[in-house]
């Protein structure tokens, strides 16, 4: 028998690969050591303060920032734009942005692109849904534009990483909408979907890639793309890929790209793990916070926390279903915790109305098509496990429940963040019972730093954890 070695992509396909040679995603790949001397130089400062923005006195920019809860470190931060104009875009970008009807930036985008323009790393502390992937976006195709053209065998110029293909998938269809216009040609690479047409993309040559970290580990270890010419480079949601354990791929795929690159960070919160990356990949970083530093919930959404026995909770949520089906405007994601009681409710709730799910055993394929039924109205009941939590980006959703409180207030919070997107308003349910004892603190400290009316029973369940409670 002749051995011909193992197979391409690191394992069979029954699981791991064998041995302990190449045991981690990554092994393959070789740390690079630069010579910044011999790398062809490249622009990344493209900005042009406006004559308004220039004219803007300390006292102004220190009324808008604190008007929005803006806060800014770092040296030279630059001012603040407060109309789109004024962040001196070409063309191709402001001809998208002004079929928008949109009125102003968002604070984020306000402070965010003068300083992504002007080649800076920098870090954005902003919540889902607050305008962050534009933030990063527009500034990426103005870089892109300003470098030589891809030829062949080029990898991508700009590189977005993401912790979900749900994530990933939602920035490609802004970079295709945005890139248009340039002739920039993205593409969004993530597991859980065939290599085929990925690759494919990746050959024809890409200027900007998405990608979740392990699927594009596979692609760099077997040399399906590169990150030589890649001089922008975009963490997304870092703190969420720190938690699903990527950290070991996000440092295995930033020691392939040049270290006088452009690199911006976002996170919704600012844990030391998230402080750790930054020190170690941004170089003379600028920081932008939006509102509290502190874990925060969205407050445009009206948090309604319903104190109950596990037992009450399935005529409750029929009950409010009742009410918020009558409404005109009713788009509703539910969240369950286990797979069972997703079937469960599944089944009880689609007799009476119609709902989709979406939980972690279905293929890509069925979540790609259930999410667009939703997101076009066709069933304006989403029932979703926790899998469905982040990254999910449907417009006008009006309502959350929390029909099984989540682990901690962190979850709590991006899963009610799912409603109230881009300045509008939403209500987030949750039944909350003696079983959550634990997190009812917590969840008392984001209610009231939202200032929202809190429930009296949820603040004696707060005050009796850990003694005897009457539930």
């Known amino acids: 028998q002749v051995y011909i070695g193992p197979p391409r992509f690191g394992g069979s396909r029954g699981g791991p690969p064998q041995g302990k040679k190449f045991g981690n995603p990554g092994d393959r790949l070789r740390k690079k050591h630069w010579n910044l001397d011999e790398l062809p130089k490249f622009e990344k400062n493209f900005y042009q303060e406006h004559p308004d923005v220039a004219r803007r006195t300390a006292q102004e920019?220190?009324?808008?920032?604190?008007?929005?809860?803006?806060?800014?470190?770092?040296?030279?931060?630059?001012?603040?734009?407060?109309?789109?104009?004024?962040?001196?875009?070409?063309?191709?970008v402001m001809d998208v942005i002004s079929k928008q009807n949109w009125t102003d930036p968002t604070p984020i985008q306000a402070q965010g692109w003068p300083v992504a323009l002007s080649g800076k790393d920098m870090v954005g502390i902003a919540q889902t849904g607050s305008g962050k992937t534009l933030s990063y976006l527009l500034p990426g195709i103005v870089h892109i534009n300003h470098q030589p053209f891809l030829e062949r065998g080029d990898g991508p110029i700009c590189l977005v990483l993401a912790p979900t293909r749900e994530l990933a998938q939602q920035v490609q269809q802004v970079a295709a909408e945005y890139g248009k216009?340039?002739?920039?040609?993205?593409?969004?690479?993530y597991g859980g979907a065939p290599k085929g047409p990925q690759i494919r993309d990746l050959e024809r040559g890409v200027e900007i890639c998405i990608a979740t970290p392990g699927r594009l580990i596979d692609f760099l270890e077997v040399g399906k793309t590169n990150l030589r010419r890649c001089t922008y480079l975009v963490l997304d949601e870092a703190d969420r890929m720190l938690d699903m354990g990527f950290e070991p791929q996000i440092r295995k795929i930033v020691d392939q790209i040049r270290p006088d690159r452009q690199t911006l960070m976002w996170s919704a919160t600012w844990p030391k793990e998230v402080r750790q990356l930054a020190e170690d990949f941004l170089k003379d970083y600028v920081q932008i916070n939006v509102g509290a530093l502190q874990l925060s919930a969205n407050h445009n959404i009206l948090q309604i926390v319903d104190v109950c026995n596990d037992g009450e909770k399935e005529d409750k949520l029929m009950r409010l279903l009742e009410e918020i089906m009558s409404e005109k405007e009713n788009k509703t994601i539910i969240f369950v915790e286990t797979k069972k009681?997703?079937?469960?409710?599944?089944?009880?709730?689609?007799?009476?109305?119609p709902a989709m799910g979406i939980h972690g055993d279905k293929s890509q394929q069925e979540r790609d098509w259930v999410l667009n039924e939703f997101k076009y109205g066709k069933a304006p009941i989403l029932?979703?496990?926790d899998v469905a939590s982040r990254?999910?980006?449907?417009?006008?959703?009006k309502f959350v429940i929390n029909y099984d409180y989540p682990n901690n207030s962190e979850d709590y919070i991006h899963r009610i963040g799912r409603t109230a997107r881009s300045q509008k308003t939403g209500t987030a349910y949750t039944f909350f019972t003696p079983n959550n004892m634990k997190q009812a603190h917590d969840l008392?400290?984001?209610?009231?730093?939202?200032?929202?009316?809190?429930?009296?029973?949820?603040?004696?369940m707060a005050e009796d954890r850990g003694g005897k409670s009457n539930w």
């Open 383 to 385: 029932i979703a496990t």
């Open 444 to 460: 008392v400290s984001v209610l009231r730093e939202a200032n929202q009316a809190i429930n009296p029973k949820l603040i004696q």
């Open 391 to 397: 990254g999910l980006d449907v417009e006008d959703v």
């Open 341 to 353: 009681r997703y079937d469960m409710f599944c089944f009880a709730v689609s007799r009476l109305w």
């Open 61 to 92: 920019v220190e009324h808008y920032r604190r008007s929005k809860e803006i806060t800014v470190k770092g040296r030279d931060g630059p001012k603040p734009i407060v109309k789109f104009h004024e962040a001196n875009f070409p063309n191709y």
């Open 181 to 189: 216009a340039s002739r920039l040609k993205s593409t969004c690479i």
